[in-house]
């Protein structure tokens, strides 16, 4: 391949260009990357970084898109001099290295697909890209080539007192001329979200709405959706083997339906088990990359329940490998929506259902608790966060850009909105249990089949959340989160403290949404 071809890196070693998963793996193997389990999968280690690192993410700033970025805390702008300079660096840091080629695209919907290239300093980095992004035929590529070039340098360390960075890592993504370097991290979940960040910005352009959501199908073709944050569950609820899986993390709604942009899941694993999650515990196999999961070196048998390395083990697979996967990656418009949030302070109902307004106010607040070990900095202990649209770091512009978009498809095709607690009950994080997985399946279900429609529902005093009475399959006095505490008033003080979170997050978006919007969140004191 010509310089041009591999971003300007000249005189490189061996360039392999799209080889197969298998000849990656042998590669990685080779070249001591990882070791090889006993289910065939391919274990890696990332060393330090262990999740994102979210203050070495910067845009370059110049072009159109300076003017629609949202600038701030999580997108900071770098001048093209600075980007330029440390990406030549990383150019002449590459000569005479092996680099590893993948061709993909992002986005199913034929009309709404953008090419990419990953030049890649390892095997199982282009292997993570392979099975994480869609194929694409390299033949069909245009003349001028793939419309984004990512470059993954991870043995280069930035040097903040020279290259102007926060640390030894940088991401830089530049939206004008397609370009994302990543340089000073072994974590692959960089490579991804780089990407999906970049088509976060570009898709409403033409009309989509991107998504950080899993989605599936059922029988009759009804499409629902789940949102949330990392470890809120939506890869393993949205992996029913009574539904097809359209996608594991992100997606658009054009309006030709719903569309997934990836080919592949990226899940996290630690605690992973047959019984609880066995649709992803079967596609843990050759092809498959797992990260920073603790192997036995004489047996090769992976231990899922071992955090010692981080909470943050993930597993990379192809969608090809979960049965019953949509291979089209399409489905019609969304009929039910459900927001994921793990409430760390076990005051949320099990289930809610959102109006509109309703629906907009809570997907603006985006309120989860971060689960240890998904970014770099995280304690072990759950925090309570908000992260608008449930996915606040991969949104180039303003949150409402996104909010009105939803507000717009959920009244145009009556789609449902379920606020879905997949944390804690009985008390706090360290008090009370998580949410039994069966039960939150059958809160799912019920959600999904229309069997909460007509039920009788409570209004919650203190969050002005509806919730149902009885669902089947789920005991009736788990739905009301206030009866599981064994002393109401302790309930009633942490609701309360919760709700002035919310009330607190949502003044940044006052004025910026219609009074009903702000009326249907949690009652201030």
């Known amino acids: 391949m010509t310089p041009s071809e591999l971003a300007g890196i000249q005189r ?7 080889p197969s998963a298998a000849e990656l793996v042998e590669l990685a193997v080779g070249r001591r990357e990882g070791k090889l389990a006993t289910s065939g999968a391919l274990v890696t280690a990332t060393g330090e970084r262990t999740g994102r690192s979210p203050s070495d993410r910067f845009f370059v700033a110049h072009g159109e898109s300076q003017d629609k970025i949202d600038w701030g805390d999580v997108n900071q702008p770098i001048e093209p001099q600075v980007f330029d300079q440390l990406f030549e660096r990383v150019r002449g840091h590459l000569e005479g290295r092996d680099l590893f080629v993948v061709d993909g695209s992002v986005g ?15 095997a199982w980095h282009a292997l993570f890209a392979k099975q994480l992004f869609r194929n694409i035929d390299p033949s069909k590529l245009e003349p001028e080539g793939p419309e984004f070039v990512i470059v993954a340098a991870p043995s280069f360390n930035a040097m903040p007192e020279r290259d102007g960075t926060n640390s030894n890592v940088f991401v830089g993504i ?12 072994y974590y692959a979940g960089e490579i991804k979200k780089s990407l999906f960040t970049s088509a976060n910005y570009l898709m409403p352009e033409s009309g989509v709405l991107p998504m950080h959501c899993s989605a599936n199908s059922g029988r009759d073709g009804d499409v629902a959706l789940f949102f949330g944050l990392s470890g809120t569950g939506k890869t393993t609820l949205s992996a029913d083997p009574e539904r097809r899986l359209i996608g594991d993390d992100e997606h658009g709604w054009s309006d030709n339906g719903v569309f997934n942009f990836e080919g592949g899941c990226y899940a996290k694993c630690i605690g992973l088990s047959p019984e ?7 596609a843990i196999t050759f092809g498959s990359v797992v990260e920073n999961v603790v192997i036995d070196d004489d047996t090769r048998a992976v231990d899922f329940d071992d955090s010692s390395l981080t909470e943050n083990t993930r597993a990379a697979y192809p969608l090809e490998m979960i049965p019953r996967f949509i291979p089209e990656g399409r489905g019609g418009h969304a009929g039910t929506i459900i927001f994921l949030t793990a409430d760390a302070f076990g ?3 099990p289930i809610a259902r959102l109006s509109p307004e309703a629906a907009r106010y809570h997907f603006l607040s985006g309120f989860t608790s971060k ?6 900095g995280l304690g072990s202990e759950p925090q309570a966060t908000f992260s608008a ?6 949104l180039p512009l303003p949150a409402e850009t996104y909010s009105t978009m939803l507000g717009e498809r959920i009244n145009k095709h009556g789609a449902r909105v379920f606020l879905l607690n997949t944390g804690w009950t009985g008390g706090p994080f360290g008090v009370g249990e998580r949410m039994d997985i069966d039960h939150t399946r059958a809160l799912v279900r019920a959600a999904t089949s229309g069997a909460l429609d007509r039920v009788e529902v409570r209004t919650h005093d203190i969050f002005n959340l509806d919730f149902p009475t009885t669902c089947p399959g789920v005991p009736d006095e788990i739905l009301d989160a206030r009866s599981t505490w064994d002393d109401e008033d302790d309930y009633d003080e942490h609701a309360r403290e919760l709700a002035r979170m919310f009330v607190k997050n949502f003044e940044s978006f006052a004025d910026r949404v219609p ?4 009326k249907a969140g949690p009652l201030s004191e």
Not at 276 to 282: C, L, V, Y
């Open 12 to 18: 490189p070693g061996e360039v392999r260009h799209n």
């Open 108 to 122: 199913a919907d034929p009309e709404h697909c953008m090419t990419l290239r990953v030049v890649a300093e390892l």
């Open 174 to 185: 530049d939206l004008e001329r397609r370009q994302i370097l990543i340089c000073g991290t």
């Open 276 to 282: 609880k999650e066995p649709q992803i515990w079967g």
């Open 347 to 349: 005051v949320l109902p």
């Open 371 to 376: 689960l240890a070990g998904t970014e770099a």
């Open 389 to 394: 649209c449930f996915g606040a770091p991969f």
């Open 515 to 518: 009074p009903e919007v702000l």
